[in-house]
């Protein structure tokens, strides 16, 4: 040995004479592509099927569909934060228990095979990606590729047909919610006209108390006269159509018995409108109720999506199909592996032989 070894080791030199050995370069590199090829070979990589589905959404209906609020307990305040949660409510939406059995169910009426299957497990296999509205890539990953294929193709027939009885259930719900609206503003409107009425009723009888004391004959003041005018003119309005109210008011200067003549018929007039306007109160609370009962029952059947929500398939979209880590591939891998080896052993060589 030399007094000053590393004048003689080259790094260039020692790179010339590796790649003068390339049979054993190559022999690294086909080593780790058998390695590679006999690992898939035992543990066989799984299969993916992708498949499209089309979503769309009307945003501008987040007012409307008041049951969204009460199903989240929640308010949303712009159009952005309501079509996010649609969306993302309609990706639990599809993978939860109901939607599982029912594909799992449709699966195993066609294959065997997933009769040992359960539901968490194809839930795994499964998985929708979404950005938006829009077109939805539902995918499927199983051990071959018939059954990756007939797994996301019944996923997604389950989807489109499932959610199309939801959102039918969401219109529904956004039915009852007009009939509910429409209700309440005719109890409240049936509510006016009996307040108004009692008060003008209670005129009326007040305006024949001042004429108790006064005899018959008597003409009862210009100033009566015009007060009582003013109950008649509401009278007419609240009781439109009715003969009692509009006609037979008595003129000017009449004697106190023609005053009497129209305000009794009319006081009782007004008391049975009452009496059938607060049983017409009743029917509408009573209908409010049911149809309330009609709206809480259905809640949860909407499942929180929205009513103008639409889900089809895709027109002229076929499934795709491919193996996850595909023989060719993983061959490259093996041999870029058996090279990095190979890479690794020979810096160790050339580092130690640089030392010695």
């Known amino acids: 040995m030399t007094d000053d070894p590393m004048k003689e080791w080259v790094l260039r030199d020692e790179i010339l004479a590796a790649t003068h050995r390339?049979?054993?370069?190559?022999?690294?590199?086909?080593?780790?592509?058998?390695?590679?090829?006999?690992?898939?070979?035992?543990?066989?990589?799984?299969?993916?099927?992708?498949?499209?589905?089309?979503?769309?959404?009307?945003?501008?209906?987040?007012?409307?569909?008041?049951?969204l609020t009460a199903f989240t307990k929640a308010e949303f305040r712009n159009v952005d934060d309501y079509k996010h949660w649609q969306m993302l409510q309609l990706s639990i939406v599809v993978k939860s228990d109901i939607y599982m059995t029912e594909t799992l169910d449709r699966l195993r009426e066609i294959d065997p095979y997933w009769d040992s299957v359960d539901i968490q497990e194809l839930r795994q296999m499964l998985s929708a990606d979404w950005r938006n509205a829009g077109l939805w890539l539902l995918s499927a990953e199983v051990d071959t590729e018939s059954r990756a294929?007939?797994?996301?193709?019944?996923?997604?027939?389950?989807?489109?047909?499932?959610?199309?009885?939801?959102?039918?259930?969401s219109q529904s719900l956004f039915e009852l919610e007009l009939a509910l609206r429409s209700l309440n503003d005719q109890l409240v409107e049936n509510q006016l006209q009996i307040t108004l009425l009692m008060e003008t009723s209670e005129t009326l009888v007040g305006l024949r108390g001042q004429l108790q004391p006064l005899d018959e004959n008597a003409v009862p003041s210009e100033e009566y006269h015009q007060e009582l005018l003013m109950a008649h003119k509401q009278m007419t309005q609240l009781l439109p159509g009715e003969y009692e109210a509009s006609s037979n008011f008595p003129e000017a200067n009449s004697t106190v018995d023609k005053y009497f003549e129209w305000i009794d018929p009319t006081i009782l007039l007004a008391e049975n409108h009452i009496l059938s306007l607060q049983l017409k109160d009743e029917i509408i609370k009573q209908e409010i109720k049911d149809v309330t009962a009609l709206w809480e029952a259905g809640l949860q059947g909407g499942q929180g999506l929205s009513a103008t929500l639409n889900i089809e398939n895709r027109q002229n979209s076929e499934t795709e199909v491919r193996q996850i880590r595909p023989y060719g591939l993983t061959a490259i891998i093996g041999s870029l592996v058996g090279l990095l080896l190979w890479v690794g052993l020979f810096i160790l060589q050339i580092t130690r032989k640089g030392y010695q």
């Open 22 to 67: 390339w049979p054993i370069i190559v022999l690294f590199a086909m080593a780790g592509a058998l390695l590679a090829l006999a690992a898939v070979y035992l543990w066989p990589s799984a299969y993916r099927a992708n498949t499209v589905i089309s979503v769309e959404l009307n945003p501008y209906r987040v007012l409307d569909d008041q049951y």
């Open 149 to 169: 294929v007939d797994a996301v193709e019944t996923w997604r027939d389950v989807i489109i047909n499932l959610t199309e009885e939801t959102i039918a259930n």
